[in-house]
Each structure stands twice: as C-alpha cells, then as structure tokens.
C-alpha cells in the first residue's frame, strides 16, 4: 500500500535556525497538509496546499512558516527562523479525491528539536 | 469555532469486552466527522469516517462508530477489544468544504489480556 514518507525522521536545530521538512506524499494525491504535534498534546492543523497554492491555514502558520512543492514529488516546510516553541512532532498528510471528505493519510513525522 | 472533546484521557478495558471511546463535536454546519489510531512512533492512521447517510459507520479492524446529530456524538466502538487495540486514538472533525482538520486531544485506549 502506498505511504507519505517524510525525512528526516529527527531534525536537531539551533534557534534561530532554517528548518527544511521533508515529505513526499502519495504519488496520486492531489491535496496535501501539514500537523505538528507537540509533545503529549493535541495534533494541530498546520496548512493544506492544493494547485501549487495555500487553500487553509491556522493562525499557527505565521510568516516563518511557508510551504512549497518544488517538483512532482516532494512538498515541504520551511520554518524560517526556529523558535523553542517550535519543538514538536511534525506529521505531512495526504489525500486523493476532489472533495475534503477523503481520508488523510499521514507519514510517521519528522521529530524537530530546537535546542 | 469547530470543537472536538474527547472526555476520556484514558480507557481501560479486558481484552474480549466490547469498547467505547467517546467523541463529542461542534460545528456550526454538518461535518464531516473521522477517527485515526496512532501507535507509538508512527503517524496517524485512518479508521473511519462519516459523512451522511446511515449513522453506524463500519471501519478497519472491526471498529465501528455511532453518529448522533442530536447530541453531537461520534462514539467509537468495538464489540470485542484485542491486546493490539492499544493506542492513542482521535476524533475528528472538519466542515464540509474545508480542508482544515480539528483534532480531539485523543484518547489512550490500553486493553489487558
């Protein structure tokens, strides 16, 4: 069955840092999201990415947060200048269809340590 | 605001027994309404969801959900709880239309043999 994929499994930066993460989602799925998850919390919306533009974002996903899907394959997050707070489980999810009533399907995540 | 409460940190049950994690919902319209399992070190899984129609919804691996409009409900069920049913499960919602998911802070579901 085919899966998301995401790398790397641990990312370990210094604050103030760029972060790439990394995720490439099922070949045929044409909308895809971004999770973060932090420690022992609940699992929050980051941003949905649908035609090579931003279709929903949280109030989470500030100016240091940006998206891009450079090539057939691969959609990422970027965070621009790393935070503390930043710390957390970050899960890429995608779905197929042409309506949000389609299952997501998620990667196992990419933990991210800001130090 | 979308909402999703799922009362219970934890459920505890024998293995063989029948489960229920328990999922209430607010939303302004009709939703449509999800439960993923997550086990340890690993993403989120879907199991099922409803979107209109009959309001017991079948899943994976033997799990079935209720939908309830009038209490705004989404419980979900298992006649039969299995050892390997233990994880972290979440209810969720999202309007029709919108892409943007809102999560329950999940429910640990721990079953002893």
């Known amino acids: 069955e085919p899966e998301v994929t995401q790398t790397p499994s641990h990312q370990v930066t210094q604050m103030g840092q760029e972060v790439i993460l990394r995720c490439v989602p099922i070949s045929n799925h044409l909308y895809f999201y971004w999770y973060r998850q932090i420690l022992g919390q609940k699992v929050e919306f980051l941003v949905s990415f649908y035609n090579n533009e931003i279709s929903e974002k949280s109030e989470i996903f500030d100016d240091q947060f940006s998206v891009e899907r450079p090539d057939g394959s691969n959609f990422t997050l970027k965070i621009r200048s790393t935070k503390l707070e930043d710390s957390a489980m970050y899960f890429c999810?995608?779905?197929?269809?042409?309506?949000?009533?389609?299952?997501?399907?998620f990667g196992d995540g990419t933990r991210l340590s800001i130090l | 605001a979308q909402s999703v409460a799922q009362p219970e940190d934890q459920v505890n049950v024998a293995e063989g027994n029948p489960l229920t994690v328990k999922c209430t919902y607010s939303v302004s319209g009709n939703p449509y309404l999800f439960w993923y399992v997550q086990y340890p070190n690993r993403g989120l899984q879907f199991l099922l969801k409803?979107?209109?129609?009959?309001?017991l919804v079948k899943g994976s691996y033997g799990f079935e959900a209720e939908f309830n409009k009038s209490q705004t409900s989404f419980h979900l069920k298992k006649p039969s709880a299995l050892v390997s049913d233990s994880a972290l499960y979440f209810c969720a919602v999202r309007d029709i239309g919108g892409f943007k998911t809102i999560f329950g802070a999940g429910t640990r579901l721990f079953v002893k043999a």
């Open positions: 999810a995608s779905s197929g269809g042409s309506n949000s009533n389609q299952p997501q399907h």
């Open positions: 409803y979107i209109t129609g009959d309001n």
